[in-house]
């Protein structure tokens, strides 16, 4: 079934301790579609300006990625800047340029309307529950992303918009802030109240969590010796976890716990590389390997 994706299409300078990128494609959406796209077909929403280069149109092109949904505007891309320190757990800002993006009014084409799973990338509240009211019918399942930015400066925007999605996936900082609680497990209880039904929690090197109703499920990191680059992991999580639920159809909880693993399989591919080096040289095989790979690091006997 076709997944539908609104969120960044960027530029973004990247340095780490492993070398520095001044220019590459990037942003949350390029990183969700190249991820899904080994599973699915991806319709693409986002905004480049004319700086937008034809080598890396050429790149989404390639994929089953529909880029009738990728908007021209005259200015520049979207661009963002940011240095990780040594151990790449920490990453500061530099430069967020919004350019077109700044006046960005998704407006989705009409094949792209019965789309019937949806991902959110990081982009303000209200701009998601836009895109959502261009879907024709109730999609089969909605997830969104967000950050502190509009958790601290449009609180009540998104509190609308977690009012109808299904699975809400942030990173463990997001989700205390959102919640106001410590612990994970009573954050999850909170985030319930606010609409959604499921909680991804990202938490980097120590892989992620899924909590619903039928209680939580673990996956781990991939454990890598030497990761290069951590950016558009969470949206390559997102990526694999959507895309792989997406092509089985129906979220039960078997999918959902095998889709946990193939977000982390994703993830762990892109940092292992600058940017999107990795999943751009990336072959099925190689997921499925390393899917099963995961297999071997959680099983257990009593
Ligand atoms: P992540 O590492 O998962 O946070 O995603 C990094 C990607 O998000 C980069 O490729 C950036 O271009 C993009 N990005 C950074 N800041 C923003 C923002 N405020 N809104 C949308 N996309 C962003």
Request: glycine share 8%; charged share 25%; with cysteine.
């Amino acid at each position: 079934m076709s997944l539908l994706v609104v969120g960044s299409v960027a530029y973004d300078a990247l340095e780490s301790p492993y070398g520095k990128v001044e220019r590459t494609l990037g942003g949350a959406a390029t990183y969700f579609s190249v991820s899904a796209s080994f599973f699915t077909h991806v319709n693409l929403v986002a905004i480049v300006g004319d700086d937008f280069h034809p080598q890396d149109e050429a790149i989404l092109k390639a994929r089953a990625i529909d880029i009738e949904g990728l908007e021209r505007a005259e200015g520049k891309c979207f661009f963002w800047a940011g240095r990780y320190s040594e151990n790449l757990n920490e990453r500061v800002t530099l430069v967020t340029d919004l350019n077109v993006f700044a006046a960005f009014k998704p407006r989705l084409p009409e094949s792209y309307r019965k789309s019937k799973f949806v991902f959110l990338a990081n982009i303000a509240p209200d701009l998601q529950r836009d895109v959502l009211h261009q879907v024709k019918g109730r999609p089969k399942l909605v997830a969104m992303d967000t950050m502190n930015y509009w958790i601290e400066r449009t609180n009540d925007e998104l509190c609308e918009t977690l009012r109808h999605v299904d699975i809400l996936m942030i990173n463990d900082s997001e989700t205390r802030q959102l919640s106001s609680e410590h612990n994970l497990l009573r954050a999850a209880r909170h985030i319930f109240k606010m609409g959604p039904s499921t909680l991804v929690i990202k938490r980097g090197e120590y892989g992620a969590l899924l909590v619903d109703k039928n209680g939580v499920f673990c996956v781990p990191a991939f454990p890598l010796e030497e990761p290069h680059d951590p950016t558009g992991a969470g949206d390559s999580f997102a990526g694999g976890f959507m895309g792989y639920l997406a092509s089985v159809g129906t979220p039960t909880d078997a999918h959902l716990r095998r889709a946990m693993v193939y977000g982390s399989v994703l993830g762990s591919f892109t940092v292992e590389r600058f940017g999107l080096e990795r999943l751009l040289k990336l072959k099925k095989s190689e997921i499925h390997a390393r899917a099963r790979h995961f297999l071997k690091l959680t099983q257990f006997k009593l």
